[in-house]
């Protein structure tokens, strides 16, 4: 994986060959005076931070929320990252975990919350947040969580019953965690890289993070780009930087035949979306989402129906089987797609799966079953004339791969991994 800052003001990236520790982080500012409790909530209110987990929700609504709760309450920083394309937040608790415990610091102080909570998926990024913790003073009480790396597992209700000691499945909504989270408190859930940009309003203000981004979406990005034939990169930039910037600063020498856009959640788009600007507006008018930011560029080997079948195929497998809707849906849609490659696909089916793109979607009770239905409507809207001519089994390259004995997944393919002999060593 390689690291890049594209922005002449980057505030989450530090390239080091090794975790920041409390030194280097107090050294650079970290854990300094700043903003406090309503100075910092209107701070994170002018700023416009929203969410970077993927769904954008505006922090200073959520954080309001808590204010106004009842009782003893919690904060939860979501490191579980379920998007197998996307490791910005892994990144940050490896690389960078004194910026998000910052972050987290002063949110639990600024909502009143007595207990704060990270929420990780793999041994490497705890041991990393464990380290962080041993040298940090207390300011308020921190306890990792390690759950099972699934797509659902960083679902805020997933989260939440994780840490209550159940399985990491997502329950029906309401109650959202704000209402009754963890240990039934009211729960602030926010993504890792969301808390990750507190320190710097807390300390420069909101007229300061707005110096980057667009009106809609302020501040930087950490994008995570894959691509067949070169090293993943994770880079930040302003919000609105084009996505052809990115795909120069990773080396591509060749025209995508498409895109995955938002992790797998902003299902597909064709060649011309090298031009699009990276921000939730821009992204939105184009038929996608920013989600998480990762991208994932496809090569000539990808034929794009056969990447989305790869991806219904993972869907249907990372169901909890809780909705029948999901169960059901994420099959025929997987189903249809594999009829599609094989080159025995009916009209009829095609026209079904075109129509559950829209249907299915909110059937779930979380994001899976939406993500999966976004990805078969948006095979067919961008990729119309493919699909027709896999009707008639005339794609060479998913008949090359019915002949081949095995092509590692979709989400195998795509998932980026961290450079982990870096955080063997942290662990030790
Ligand atoms: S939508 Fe699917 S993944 Fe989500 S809770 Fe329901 S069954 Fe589980």
């Known amino acids: 994986m390689r690291v890049s800052a594209l922005t002449d003001d980057a505030r989450l990236l530090r390239p080091a060959p090794e975790r920041e520790d409390l030194g280097c982080y107090r050294t650079a500012g970290g854990y300094g005076d700043g903003l406090t409790g309503d100075d910092l909530l209107a701070a994170v209110d002018a700023a416009g931070l929203r969410g970077r987990g993927g769904g954008g929700f505006p922090v200073a609504r959520k954080w ?7 009782g003893p309450r919690d904060v939860v920083a979501n490191g579980a990252e379920g998007e197998p394309a996307s490791l910005k937040d892994r990144y940050l608790l490896c690389r960078r975990p004194h910026l998000v415990l910052d972050g987290l610091e ?13 929420y990780t998926a793999d041994a490497v990024t705890t041991a ?10 207390v300011a308020v009480p921190v306890v990792v969580h390690q759950a099972p790396h699934t797509y659902v597992s960083g679902e805020e209700t997933a989260a939440v019953r994780a840490i209550d000691g159940d399985e990491a499945l997502p329950t029906a909504k309401p109650p959202r965690p704000f209402e009754r989270g963890v240990g039934g408190r009211p729960t602030l859930v926010q993504n890792v890289e969301t808390l990750a940009h507190v320190p710097f309003i807390a300390a420069h203000g909101a007229k300061a993070f707005r110096a980057a981004g667009t009106d809609s979406t302020p501040g ?41 856009m938002g992790g797998f959640a902003g299902g597909l788009l064709g ?22 930011a990762a991208v994932i560029a496809l090569g000539a080997p990808d034929c794009p129906v056969a990447v989305a079948g790869e991806i219904l195929a993972y869907f249907a497998a990372e169901t909890t089987r809780q909705c029948g809707s999901c169960v059901r849906g994420t ?98």
């Open 64 to 70: 309001e929320a808590l204010c106004m709760a009842d």
């Open 106 to 118: 002063r949110c639990a102080l600024m909502i009143g919350a007595e207990r704060a909570w990270v």
């Open 128 to 137: 990393s947040v464990h380290a962080a913790l041993r040298e940090r003073p």
């Open 220 to 260: 930087t990005l950490l994008v995570t780009l894959s691509a067949p034939g070169v090293a993943p990169l994770l880079c930040e930039v302003d919000a609105g930087t084009p996505l052809d910037r990115v795909l120069d600063a990773a080396g591509l020498g060749w025209t995508p035949a498409g895109f995955v």
């Open 271 to 292: 060649p011309q979306a090298r031009e699009v600007r990276l921000s939730y507006e821009d992204l939105l008018a184009a038929g996608s989402l920013l989600g998480c």
């Open 331 to 428: 099959q025929a849609m997987r189903d249809v797609v594999a009829q599609l490659c094989a080159g025995h696909a009916s009209a009829d089916a095609v026209e079904k799966l075109d129509r559950w793109g829209t249907t299915l979607r909110g059937r779930g009770a979380c994001g899976l079953l939406d993500a999966a239905a976004h990805m078969a409507a948006s095979l067919m809207r961008e990729f119309p004339v493919l699909v027709h001519t896999h009707l008639g089994g005339g794609c060479a390259i998913c008949a090359a791969e019915q002949s081949s004995p095995w092509r590692e997944p979709a989400a195998g393919r795509f998932a980026v991994a961290i450079d982990i002999d870096l955080e063997r060593k942290d662990a030790a």
